[in-house]
């Protein structure tokens, strides 16, 4: 990964896009000598990979009843 300035990553921000998306590379962002930031390319994946790795673990039966016990403390806001 490299580091870059912060002052660099704005002047050159499309470069640096352009870098990221085509050439797959990944910066850090550095201000006053500290890193601040990472960008990097968004890891792709597949509707078929979601479905292998759900696949692969047997369904939870309390699953249900843990959503509906998370559901039950949450506090509705009316925003109309």
Do not use: C, N, Y
């Not at 870059?4 to 640096?16: D, G, M, N």
């Not at 000598?33 to 890891?43: E, F, K, T, W």
């Not at 939870?60 to 509906?68: I, V």
């Amino acid at each position: 990964m490299t580091d870059i300035s912060a002052t660099e990553a704005a002047r050159s921000f499309s470069r640096l896009l352009d870098d990221i998306e085509h050439g797959g590379r990944s910066f850090t962002i550095v201000r006053h000598g500290r890193a601040v930031a990472h960008l990097a390319p968004v890891p792709s994946g597949s509707g078929a990979a979601v479905k292998d790795l759900l696949r692969a673990h047997r369904p939870d039966p309390a699953w249900r009843q843990d959503l509906d016990d998370l559901r039950s403390i949450l506090d509705v806001e009316d925003r109309s």
